[in-house]
Structure formats: structure tokens, C-alpha cells
């Protein structure tokens, strides 16, 4: 039985795990914290094509259970005026629209699955370096340790070890110029916002909020700022962080200033980047899924499903190709047209977050956004966005497995 060594236990790891175990691989996951953190990355979207991976796991409904649904993303000013609403999932079609989650509910469904299948995970293994020999590749850990096995994925993120082990001439993450933060907050009598997610383009700062049914607001802010020096936001307070955002959105209309007084919990701020064009996805024996290779910012709402589309796509390959460069390959040709694809998505939307100082150019904005999102309910020119799907029954067919990739 082929053995994979899988470093990163997020959501690409764990899935890329589940699907290369039902292939008949045997897989150990290795993860560099010590043990999962409840809070970390708070909560993100996925989407309609994340939500389709997670079926062919048998893991939808699971975690639907903790699901805010957001079929709708509503677009204010920052005076509370509504200037459009964008789907969010396939046009005309709210059923099968993305939902909302806690990202240490998502980590936990997919682990508790993985544990389930009998994948091993190794806590407090933080990738120090690689070796690849003729016949076997060996990860060594910060601890001394090391494992040794046929493949080596790097499910390592942005800032991957893997990735420069495969490309040292990669291209390092471009910083989108936002810097986000957010937090969880339960406020008496604040408004459910069922089956919606709403975004507020405020005159000093980008905010977005929900609200669930129980009262409990999710939500985050983006400023505008450069970018800051590597791990310098590590010595801001939460106590800093609130005066700045409350301060920062004190003029935005309801309830805005509400959530923000209302949050007293830990929060912490990370500089928000993208990554593409990263020329080369494997070398030897080494491949790389998720973010290692690329990176959109959260505006898209796809970070997490092209993590679950790229989990399924290297299984598939691993499983239908002859051998493993080849299935290297055609997992990149798959992936990457669609990918980049989706990061240049975002990369448009962050533009529009970024503050301008220019009461003027505010003015313009709010003018011209509701006749771009007039029709934006019939517009399905982003439904290639959500419509991706990957069937795991169906064989991979070559180089590019038949499957539709680009758009934006």
C-alpha cells in the first residue's frame, strides 16, 4: 500500500487524507501547532462547490448542523443606504447557496472524519526540512523527528516550507493592502439576518456582519493600511484593536457601532495577502494543495473550497493515473487555470474595499454600485464560481479531466 505523508491538518490536509484513503492509500497527517485552536480563523464561507466536495464525504449535513446559510450578500453605505445584493452561490438559484461556519467546526467535521477513516494525525510536528531519495521521500520535524513515505503534500499554507522546497524561485504572497480582524459577539435584541451576510463599505474601514438567530453576531473588518512588518500585529492588544475600530466605524449605521461595543473577546489582526502564479506545483515526490500553491483573499469566499476542489482533484489523479509524475501533472493543469482565476476574482473586490480618502470618490462609488447590482440577482456570470463540481466516481480522462475552469 502507497504511504503519503500529509503536513497541514486546516482543511486541504485532512480532506486530501479522506479522499486518498478511500483510494487505498495509507496516510499520516502532521501538524505544527500542539492542539486545534477553537478561535483561529473564526469563521469563513463555503461556497456552493465547497458544500459539493463536503457531500461526496458524507460530511454536508454534519456541518449544516452549525451553519449560518447566506444565500444573499447584502451591500451598504456608510450611511446605512442599500446599494445592491449579490448572490452568494448560483443565480436564481438560493438553495444551493453558501453557508457561513465557524472554520473550527469545519476543521472539526473533516478531522473527526479523518480520525474515523483511522488516519493518524501528529500534533507539534512542524515541517524543519525535506529529503527525497530514489525510492522514498523523508520529512524531518523542528523536533528531531522524522517520517518517511512514498509522496510528501504540503498542506502547509502561505507561508509554505513546501513550496520553496519544490520552487525556491516561487513567487512569495503579494499583499492585497488590508489588514482584517474580527470577532464573535452575542448583543440583546440585535436582528437575525437570516439567509444573508451584510457588507458595509464605511468611509474609514470595510466592516461585514451577520447576525444568527440566537443573537450572536459574526463579524469582521478590513482596513486600509501598509503593510505591516512580518508578525508586528502579534503585539497589538485587543484592548488597541477596539479603540481603533470603534473609532473607525463610529459613523456607520446600525448596528455596527452596537456589535463592536458589544465585543470583548481576544482579538488579533493578520496582514491579508494573495498568491498565484506559482509556475510549479510538485517536484519529485513532493505536491502541494491549498493555499501552499494558491491563495485568494477571504473576499472571495472560496479559499476553503478550492482547498476541498483541490483535495479531491490530487486523490483522483493519484488514483486514475499510471504513474505519480504524471498525476502531479494533471492535477496542475486541472487546477490552476481555475485557481487563478479565482484569485484575480478577488484581488477586483479587495480594490473595492481598499478606503479612499476622497469624499468624492465615496460619492461616485455609492452612485454607480447600485446600477452595477441592479440585476445582480439574474446575473450568472459568476456561476462559474459555484457550479464547479468534481465527481469522485467519475475517471480522471487526461491532462485537463474534462472539467470547466475559468471565468471572472
Known sequence: MPRALVIGAGIAGPATALFLTRAGWDVEVFEAADSPDPYGGLFLNVATNGLA????????????????????????SGTGRTLG?????????LERGSVIVRRAWLHQVIREAATAAGIPFRSGARLASIEETPTSVHARFADGS??????????????????RWIDPSAPVPRYSGLVGTGGIARIDGLQATPDAQHFVFGARSFFGYLVRHDGTAYWFANLTMPEPPRGSLTGVSSAEWLIELRDLHSDDPSPVPQILAGTDEELTGYPIYHLAGVRSWSRGRVVAVGDAVHAASPSSGQGASLALE??????????????????????QAVRAPR????VRYARRIDAQKRVTKSRLGIAIRDWMMPRFLKNAADDTRNDW???HEIPWE???????????????
Do not use: W
Not at 503534500?153 to 513550496?163: E, K, P, V, Y
Not at 479531491?312 to 486514475?320: G, S, V
Open 53 to 76: 466536495v463536503l457531500a461526496q464525504l458524507g460530511l454536508r449535513e454534519r456541518l449544516l448542523t452549525d451553519a449560518h446559510r447566506a444565500s444573499r450578500m447584502v451591500m451598504l
Open 85 to 93: 445584493e449579490v448572490p452568494n452561490g448560483p443565480a436564481r438559484d
Open 146 to 163: 522524522t517520517a518517511e513515505g512514498d509522496i510528501l503534500i504540503g498542506a502547509d499554507g502561505i507561508h509554505s516550507l513546501t513550496r
Open 310 to 331: 483541490d483535495a479531491i482533484t490530487l486523490a483522483r489523479c493519484l488514483r486514475d493515473r499510471p504513474d505519480r509524475a504524471t498525476a502531479f501533472a494533471d492535477y
Open 339 to 342: 485557481a487563478e482565476a479565482v
Open 385 to 387: 464560481l459555484y457550479n
Open 394 to 408: 467519475r475517471p480522471v480522462e487526461g491532462a485537463a479531466a474534462k472539467q470547466p475552469q475559468t471565468g471572472g
